[in-house]
């Protein structure tokens, strides 16, 4: 399995910005379709985005089409989710997944691993 590690929370105000990283270990990062998913308090876990192991394709939910980009670095065993325009309701702990089945890139247990999370505060 990959181990990934998140970074790159914090506060930050409405309309504002910040860029999250997903820094995975072992050699299988390439091979792997990333994800990122979010969890607000007392919500369920919920799908961000996903972008596929060959570079281009890539999946947003639509609360966050336009505002959100995911990018990888293969080279870098490094994911990314930059986010603009952040809005009230973006809070949450944001975690980033890998897994193998594209399939299921939208669906919260469609990976094999994922990490600890990063929490993301908007401030109003």
């Known amino acids: 399995q990959v181990q990934l590690v998140e970074s790159g929370g914090g506060l930050v105000q409405a309309g504002g910005s910040l860029r999250l990283s997903c820094a995975a270990s072992?050699?299988?990062?390439?091979?792997?379709?990333m994800g990122w998913f979010r969890q607000a308090p007392g919500k369920e876990r919920e799908f961000v985005a996903a972008?596929?192991?060959?570079?281009?394709?890539?999946y947003y939910a639509d609360s966050v089409k336009g505002r959100f980009t995911i990018s990888r670095d293969n080279a870098k065993n490094t994911m990314y989710l930059q986010m603009n325009s952040l809005k009230p309701e973006d809070p949450a702990v944001y975690y980033c997944?890998?897994?193998?089945?594209?399939?299921?890139?939208?669906?919260?247990?469609?990976?094999?691993?994922w990490g600890q999370g990063t929490q993301v505060t908007v401030a109003s």
């Open positions: 997944e890998a897994g193998r089945n594209w399939l299921r890139a939208r669906v919260v247990d469609g990976y094999d691993s």
């Open positions: 072992g050699s299988t990062f390439s091979s792997a379709h």
């Open positions: 972008i596929k192991r060959s570079i281009g394709t890539t």
